[in-house]
């Protein structure tokens, strides 16, 4: 069972336009999710996360909006740039912030980000 | 932070030989964990470890897989008798437990190929 969605495998956008990323859930217990950025060849790298608690966060260029009643969140990137061309990871754990390692990662969405 | 870093990059080996992989964690970090990723699909939890001690393992880790975190520094994931199954990127993470908003930091992760 895929806990964690993202149906959108891939994603294409002109640099300077909005880029919005979507992610899925179906576990209630999860508190806390992420986003993760993948380059090929390199480990995920840590991007933004929220908190239940929260609808909203940003981080620069970043925002991570969570909408709970719909168990669904997304992430925004504006403006866009070539260098955000990566594959995006959601993921969540019930850990509270605070015990974060049995993270439940989606399929990923590929982000291509055309000059 | 020098990152975590993993050994090897890339291991191609026939199938039922057995193969061994390192993490080296960020230097303060205390916790370590592994991964596994396989084409199309996200990072899967496999182990993880607090200090020495190995506090969890997934369904996923048969009786083929073993992990040790011997000093609670560097750790070892060690797959006997591969199969044609175990071909996948596995990916080691480290983190400071205690932190709020914990985030793990991925290694560039062990390709493995399995024929």
């Known amino acids: 069972d895929q806990q964690v969605k993202q149906n959108s495998p891939s994603l294409s956008v002109q640099e300077g336009r909005i880029s919005i990323l979507n992610c899925d859930y179906t576990?209630?217990?999860?508190?806390?999710f992420l986003w993760y950025k993948k380059y090929p060849a390199e480990g995920p790298t840590f991007l933004i996360s929220?908190?239940?608690?929260?609808d909203k966060n940003e981080d620069g260029r970043f925002t991570v909006f969570l909408n709970k009643s719909a168990k669904h969140l997304s992430l925004h990137i504006v403006p866009s740039q070539p260098g955000d061309s990566a594959v995006y990871f959601c993921?969540?754990?019930?850990?509270?912030?605070?015990?974060?390692?049995?993270?439940?990662f989606g399929k990923g969405t590929l982000l291509t980000v055309n000059p | 932070d020098t990152g975590v870093s993993q050994d090897p990059r890339h291991k191609i080996t026939k199938r039922g030989q057995n193969v061994t992989f390192r993490c080296d964690p960020i230097?303060?970090?205390?916790?370590l964990y592994w991964y596994r990723q396989t084409l199309g699909q996200g990072p899967e939890f496999l182990t993880y470890?607090?200090?020495?001690?190995?506090?969890?393992k997934s369904r996923l880790l048969s009786d083929r897989f073993s992990a040790e975190r011997p000093k609670g520094s560097f750790s070892t994931l060690e797959i006997q008798r591969t199969e044609q199954g175990d071909s996948a990127m596995y990916l080691c993470?480290?983190?400071?437990?205690?932190?709020?908003?914990?985030?793990?930091?991925f290694g560039s992760g062990t390709q493995l190929s399995v024929l």
């Open positions: 993470a480290s983190s400071r437990a205690g932190r709020h908003n914990e985030k793990l930091f």
């Open positions: 576990n209630s217990m999860f508190d806390y």
């Open positions: 929220i908190s239940s608690i929260k």
């Open positions: 993921a969540a754990s019930t850990g509270g912030g605070g015990s974060n390692y049995k993270l439940t």
């Open positions: 230097s303060e970090h205390n916790r």
């Open positions: 470890f607090q200090n020495e001690a190995q506090l969890e």
